[in-house]
Nanobody, 124 residues
Framework: QVQLVESGGGSVQAGGSLRLSCAAS????????MGWFRQVLGKERQFVAALNWSGSSSSYLDSVKGRFTISRDNAKKSVYLQMNSLKPEDTAIYYCAASQSIGTLIIKREADYWGQGTQVTVSS
């Protein structure tokens, strides 16, 4: 089992920045690809970014490319999402996810483990 706990959400004005963190506990963290998803109430969950176990390969939702950066620290069992130039349409609950395959995160939009989510609100 892998437990994931997100933090760092909050409210910010458009153009601002936030850094989300996800702390993992349980089984070997470094063996998992990690990702971030987001969901607005009443809409489907949306893939945002993913990073393979070594941090050498990443993928992003087109609308966040150049603004968001996913990174990880395997020694700290943590994954991060740096969000810059935030827009009101980025408002959502953001979820951290772990999977043994980055393809599962990117293509299937599924994960083996999920965090509980953290709210990000961007006002205009």
């Amino acid at each position: 089992q892998v437990q994931l706990v997100e933090s760092g959400g909050g409210s910010v004005q458009a153009g601002g920045s936030l850094r989300l963190s996800c702390a993992a506990s349980g089984r070997t963290f470094s063996g998992y690809a990690m990702g971030w998803f987001r969901q607005v109430l009443g809409k489907e969950r949306q893939f945002v970014a993913a990073l393979n176990w070594s941090g050498s390969s990443s993928s992003y939702l087109d609308s966040v490319k150049g603004r968001f950066t996913i990174s990880r620290d395997n020694a700290k069992k943590s994954v991060y999402l740096q969000m810059n130039s935030l827009k009101p349409e980025d408002t959502a609950i953001y979820y951290c996810a772990a999977s043994q395959s980055i393809g599962t995160l990117i293509i299937k939009r599924e994960a083996d483990y999920w965090g509980q989510g953290t709210q990000v609100t961007v006002s205009s």
